[in-house]
């Protein structure tokens, strides 16, 4: 049954009001977040920090290989934010301020002591901080987890939830595309390294939107699509803003974008330019009106002038320069391309020639003939939208290599599926799930 198209003024009142929502239900959500008790997350918190000790700032299970190094030292003051109460602070300024124990003094030096010292209660071995720019929105999760589980029962329902979800999106992917696009996405996936991903809660929030949003238009039906895909890039921006502390979050605009694309190419074989930019639009304005929205509420609610803070930040995170000296913007683009590193490059590199080497016989057998249409000149915009993610955050993208090089998953994505799709390599019949 055909979908009745949604009119444009309408839609813009329900993208409006979704994004209103948004910033409501985010506010809410954090309250909720800060009404829990937090005595038993404290002990859980304490059962971990022996583990946290041991492991560092920055482990890695693969030695020097940035892909392989977890961030400790982010996930230690996600952890912190998690278990901090300070006296004095109402709910709402706990909920718009996020506090948490920093700046350790009197002989302490590791995140993993501060930790310790906020899990016991014990806020003179640091200062009370506020990352008050974020929205935090992971203690959603994180909080009612720390109840149940300690840090190393979390990873281990973390890693088979995003196993789950990532075989499921290949299962979705083969059904609506072909077994070829759901091993392209499997190679994008592995050079992000997701043994990583999995053991670093930094990591895993844009991971989760970037499946969530891709499942949601699998499921949907060619008419389902044409009037709710917008709503996804929204969603998926808004999501990001919410919950991602600035790891990688364009993966949550590319990887669904790409399965977008192909999904379309599929339907009719054309995409035309309007919606593609209007996707990017939706993305990007969910997650800047996201963000504004939390520096205005906190700023509204506190009396902290939030906004000029994120502002400033906005300011350094965007520049040229780090630490006073300036950085050049093709030596930002090399740096998070050696992140990869050397095995991952090899994989790569072994996995588009064989890919190319398999295309091409299969080509002969079946006398296929090269094939250009629409939607494949969008795949090379999302391959290079990567770069200008970093022109405009080069202080950060330089700084925090570690993890800025993730985005490239989405060109990686987008290069395998024009490859497919340039070779004539089918995709299935119908656009139902």
Same mark, same amino acid.
């Given at each position: 049954?055909?979908?009745? @198209?949604?009119?444009? !003024?309408?839609?813009?009142?329900?993208?409006?009001?979704?994004?209103?929502?948004?910033?409501?239900?985010?506010?809410?959500?954090?309250?909720?977040?800060?009404?829990?008790?937090?005595?038993?997350?404290?002990?859980?918190?304490?059962?971990?920090?022996?583990?946290?000790?041991?492991?560092?700032?920055? @482990?890695?299970? !693969?030695?020097?290989?940035?892909?392989?190094?977890?961030?400790?030292?982010?996930?230690?003051?996600?952890?912190?934010?998690?278990?901090?109460?300070?006296?004095?602070?109402?709910?709402?300024?706990?909920?718009?301020?996020?506090?948490?124990?920093?700046?350790?003094?009197?002989?302490?030096?590791?995140?993993?002591?501060?930790? +310790?010292?906020?899990?016991?209660?014990?806020?003179?071995?640091?200062?009370?901080?506020?990352?008050?720019?974020?929205?935090?929105?992971?203690?959603?999760?994180?909080?009612?987890?720390?109840?149940?589980?300690?840090? !190393?029962?979390?990873?281990?329902?973390?890693?088979?939830?995003?196993?789950?979800?990532?075989?499921?999106?290949?299962?979705?992917?083969?059904?609506?595309?072909?077994?070829?696009?759901?091993?392209?996405?499997?190679?994008?996936?592995?050079?992000?390294?997701?043994?990583?991903?999995?053991?670093?809660?930094?990591?895993?929030?844009?991971?989760?939107?970037?499946?969530?949003?891709?499942?949601?238009?699998?499921?949907?039906?060619?008419?389902? +699509?044409?009037?709710?895909?917008?709503?996804?890039?929204?969603?998926?921006?808004?999501?990001?803003?919410?919950?991602?502390?600035?790891?990688?979050?364009?993966?949550? /605009?590319?990887?669904?974008?790409?399965?977008?694309?192909?999904?379309?190419?599929?339907?009719?074989?054309?995409?035309?330019?309007?919606?593609?930019?209007?996707?990017?639009?939706?993305?990007?304005?969910?997650?800047?009106?996201?963000?504004?929205?939390?520096?205005?509420?906190?700023?509204?609610?506190?009396?902290?002038?939030?906004?000029?803070?994120?502002?400033?930040?906005?300011?350094?995170?965007?520049?040229?320069?780090?630490?006073?000296?300036?950085? +050049?913007?093709?030596?930002?683009?090399?740096?998070?391309?050696?992140?990869?590193?050397?095995?991952?490059?090899?994989?790569?590199?072994?996995?588009?020639?064989?890919?190319?080497?398999?295309?091409?016989?299969?080509?002969?057998?079946?006398?296929?003939?090269?094939?250009?249409?629409?939607?494949?000149?969008?795949?090379?915009?999302?391959?290079?939208?990567? /770069?200008?993610?970093?022109?405009?955050?080069?202080?950060?993208?330089?700084?925090?290599?570690?993890?800025?090089?993730?985005?490239?998953?989405?060109?990686?994505?987008?290069?395998?599926?024009?490859?497919?799709?340039?070779?004539?390599?089918?995709?299935?019949?119908?656009?139902?799930?």
């Amino acid at each position: 049954m055909k979908t009745k @198209p949604i009119s444009k !003024g309408k839609s813009l009142l329900i993208h409006g009001g979704i994004l209103i929502g948004a910033v409501i239900l985010g506010f809410l959500l954090m309250m909720a977040a800060y009404l829990l008790p937090t005595g038993r997350m404290k002990a859980n918190v304490l059962a971990s920090v022996d583990m946290l000790e041991a492991e560092g700032d920055y @482990p890695s299970w !693969g030695g020097k290989n940035a892909i392989t190094k977890s961030d400790q030292f982010t996930d230690a003051a996600m952890i912190k934010a998690a278990i901090t109460e300070p006296a004095g602070m109402s709910l709402t300024e706990k909920a718009m301020l996020n506090p948490l124990l920093a700046h350790p003094k009197g002989g302490i030096f590791s995140q993993v002591d501060l930790v +310790r010292a906020a899990a016991e209660g014990d806020y003179s071995q640091g200062e009370i901080n506020k990352n008050l720019r974020y929205w935090n929105g992971y203690l959603v999760f994180l909080k009612p987890l720390l109840l149940l589980f300690n840090i !190393g029962e979390i990873r281990v329902i973390s890693m088979m939830l995003q196993g789950l979800l990532l075989f499921w999106c290949l299962m979705m992917i083969r059904k609506q595309l072909s077994a070829y696009y759901a091993f392209a996405f499997l190679v994008a996936v592995l050079v992000m390294a997701p043994i990583t991903i999995a053991l670093c809660m930094q990591y895993q929030n844009t991971w989760y939107i970037a499946l969530g949003a891709t499942l949601l238009l699998l499921y949907a039906d060619k008419n389902t +699509r044409k009037n709710a895909w917008s709503y996804i890039f929204l969603g998926s921006g808004i999501c990001v803003a919410f919950f991602d502390l600035l790891t990688c979050p364009l993966v949550t /605009l590319t990887i669904p974008l790409v399965v977008y694309l192909a999904l379309e190419r599929k339907a009719d074989g054309r995409m035309p330019w309007t919606r593609v930019l209007t996707a990017c639009i939706a993305w990007g304005i969910g997650y800047g009106v996201m963000w504004f929205g939390k520096w205005a509420l906190a700023t509204l609610l506190t009396g902290e002038n939030v906004i000029q803070n994120a502002l400033d930040e906005v300011m350094v995170r965007s520049s040229g320069a780090v630490d006073g000296n300036p950085v +050049r913007y093709p030596d930002v683009v090399i740096a998070n391309i050696k992140a990869i590193g050397k095995p991952a490059m090899a994989f790569l590199a072994a996995a588009i020639a064989g890919t190319a080497a398999w295309l091409m016989i299969r080509k002969k057998k079946t006398d296929a003939r090269l094939s250009w249409k629409a939607p494949d000149g969008w795949y090379l915009f999302v391959m290079v939208l990567p /770069l200008a993610w970093f022109f405009f955050t080069q202080n950060h993208s330089a700084v925090h290599t570690l993890y800025t090089y993730r985005i490239f998953a989405g060109s990686i994505l987008a290069g395998f599926f024009l490859l497919g799709s340039l070779t004539g390599q089918k995709t299935g019949e119908t656009g139902e799930a």
